[in-house]
């Protein structure tokens, strides 16, 4: 993992809650404005989950992921 998934997971861990696309690109904004593409905040979010790191909630219309038990404080 690169310093920005790192900065992302941290976030996860921190707040909690539903990660979209959106919010890891609001994230991004202010830590990482370079990274602040759609593709790279999905690509992360994607690795965080196949890491182990994240739950993807696949509804329709709400793709989103949540973070997983190991992760939660």
Do not use: C, E, F
């Not at 990660?19 to 593709?39: E, F, I, K, M, N």
């Not at 994607?46 to 989103?64: C, E, F, S, Y």
């Amino acid at each position: 993992m690169n310093a920005r998934q790192l900065r992302l997971l941290n976030a996860v861990r921190t707040y909690g809650g539903q990660w979209t696309t959106a919010r890891a690109r609001a994230l991004y904004t202010v830590t990482d404005p370079g990274a602040s593409q759609r593709g790279t905040a999905r690509r992360d979010l994607a690795l965080l989950h196949r890491a182990g790191h994240l739950a993807l909630v696949d509804t329709p219309n709400n793709k989103h992921y949540i973070p997983t038990w190991k992760d939660m404080p």
